[in-house]
């Protein structure tokens, strides 16, 4: 089994910054896809921005030049610092991670608990 554990969801002013952290702990051989998504209320979750072990980075139109998504490959940990917040930023941020437990096994996906990030003034 593995676990992720979100950190650094919030409450900020339209303008403002977030760091989001994803930490991945458990049955772990190797991590490819690690990303974040979102959910509003009454939205579909969607993809934020998701980036492989090579540091290959994908993101939705609505961020691009305002989050930027990162990894720690050694710490299993992905981030994403969010500037220029808007209020339609706000939702549930879910972790996501496609975790092989050993060589040459197929990656299953897991999913963080998720972390508020309300923008509001």
């Known amino acids: 089994q593995v676990q992720l554990v979100e950190s650094g969801g919030g409450l900020v002013q339209p303008g403002g910054s977030l760091r989001l952290s994803c930490a991945a702990s458990?049955?772990?051989?190797?991590?490819?896809?690690m990303g974040w998504f979102r959910q509003a209320p009454g939205k579909e979750r969607e993809l934020v921005a998701d980036?492989?072990?090579?540091?290959?980075?994908n993101s939705a139109d609505s961020v691009k030049g305002r989050f930027t998504i990162s990894r720690d490959n050694a710490k299993n940990t992905v981030y994403l610092q969010m500037n220029s917040l808007k209020p339609e930023d706000t939702a549930v941020y879910y972790c996501?991670?496609?975790?092989?437990?050993?060589?040459?096994?197929?990656?299953?996906?897991?999913w963080g608990q998720g972390t508020q990030v309300t923008v509001s003034s």
């Open positions: 458990g049955s772990i051989f190797s991590i490819d896809r």
């Open positions: 980036i492989t072990t090579r540091g290959t980075t």
């Open positions: 996501n991670a496609h975790v092989s437990h050993y060589r040459a096994s197929a990656p299953y996906e897991y």
